[in-house]
């Protein structure tokens, strides 16, 4: 069997994007389909086997090997999407963290958890504050401050909803709300109406939470509004850090969402919180002692940097483009003669054989 080196090159492409869309069974499917095709022409080049049947057969078996290959594609990309999107989830609780850590260098503490008015009512949530460290000053100049949160004007600003404030996990969100919030209360780093300094973390910032991911809460991302302490542990803690996140992992109890601890990183706790862990980690001078390892989701770890789901998408198209056009130039390039004379050389050799023999008769 002879190749030139074109041909070679092509199959080599071939292999490694049927490899990369659907992993090994991708490539195994690919391979097989390529076989089916490639002995399908070879039987149809012969005079003596082009009939209906053996073309029935090649084109039922191309076309489901082609339905293979379709659903390992789209299996791939599910799990790249979901991928990417758990990837910019953990990304957005990473800069929401850095962003308050700039707001504390320059302020010397923590936002608070909300704005209040001359009267001591909450007027607007700690996320306000933050617009212009996310890039959203145009934002902020807009938002009016001497407003209530809800006011008719307020709520029209608040519509646009900063992407940094969602996970992209969210595919049906209701506009205007957060799908990250902080745990609130006395003994947590959002005491209410004030702010919270590094130095009154006696905990550990590694050990005291910051934000969670909390997508069921539906709160609006300019109200000031969080889940409390209090009220989380009145409750399940287990359903307060909630996501979107359709994602599992081995011995995982029960998957949650993403937080963000006071030091910036992000961790993805399970099922396996107990109340008493959850106010061990929300509170900032308890002294308890958390076995983060017990809680903590086994699962990779994503890149700092997450690919976004377009960019996934297109990754994907251009693998199936690459794979298509290779397989159209290998099925369409001339067989060699070798190929299609073998087996009518061989008929003929048995046809001259039996015609031998009735002469001898």
């Known amino acids: 069997m002879q190749f030139t080196l074109r041909t070679l090159q092509v199959i080599f492409i071939y292999a490694a994007a049927a490899l990369g869309l659907g992993g090994v ?32 057969a090649v084109l039922s078996l191309t076309i489901a090997m082609v339905l293979v290959l379709a659903y390992l594609g789209y299996l791939g990309v599910n799990k790249a999407v979901s991928g990417a999107r758990q990837a910019s989830c953990n990304c957005n609780l990473k800069q929401l963290g850095l962003v308050l850590h700039i707001y504390h260098d320059q302020y010397g503490q923590f936002p608070p958890p909300y704005v209040v008015d001359a009267q001591g009512r909450p007027m607007h949530s700690w996320r306000v504050l933050i617009l212009p460290e996310i890039g959203e000053t145009a934002l902020y100049k807009a938002y009016r401050l001497d407003e209530p949160w809800d006011s008719p004007y307020n709520r029209k600003v608040a519509a646009r909803t900063p992407l940094l404030f969602r996970c992209p996990a969210n595919k049906n969100p209701i ?3 957060t799908d990250y919030v902080a745990v609130t209360g006395p003994g947590t780093m959002w005491p209410d109406s004030r702010g919270c ?30 889940l409390t302490l209090d009220k989380v542990l009145a409750a399940d803690p287990t359903e307060a850090i909630t996501s979107h996140h359709d994602r ?5 109890a029960r998957p949650l969402g993403n937080v963000a601890f006071a030091d910036g990183s ?20 308890g002294g308890e002692e958390v076995n983060l390892e017990k809680i903590r989701a086994v699962m990779p770890n994503p890149p700092l940097l997450a690919p976004t789901s377009l960019s996934v998408v297109l990754a994907w198209m251009t693998g199936w483009i690459i794979l298509v056009t290779s397989f159209i130039y290998l099925i369409c390039r001339p067989l ?23 002469e001898q008769i």
């Open 336 to 358: 060699p003669e070798r190929w299609i004379g073998s087996s009518g050389q061989s008929e003929a050799g048995e046809t001259d054989e039996a015609d031998q023999g009735e």
């Open 175 to 177: 506009p205007g709300t």
């Open 266 to 285: 992000v961790d993805y706790i399970d099922g396996r919180l107990t109340a008493a862990d959850f106010k061990a980690l929300a509170t900032i001078a």
């Open 248 to 252: 599992r992992a081995p011995d995982l």
């Open 25 to 56: 069974w991708g490539l195994v499917g690919a391979a097989y389909l390529l076989y089916l095709v490639t002995a399908g022409r070879v039987a149809l080049a012969s005079e003596r086997t082009r009939t209906l049947n053996n073309c029935a």
């Open 197 to 226: 300094g590094i130095r009154d973390i006696k905990d550990g910032t590694s050990n005291t939470l910051m934000l969670i991911e909390a997508s069921g809460s539906d709160i609006p991302w300019n109200a000031p509004r969080d």
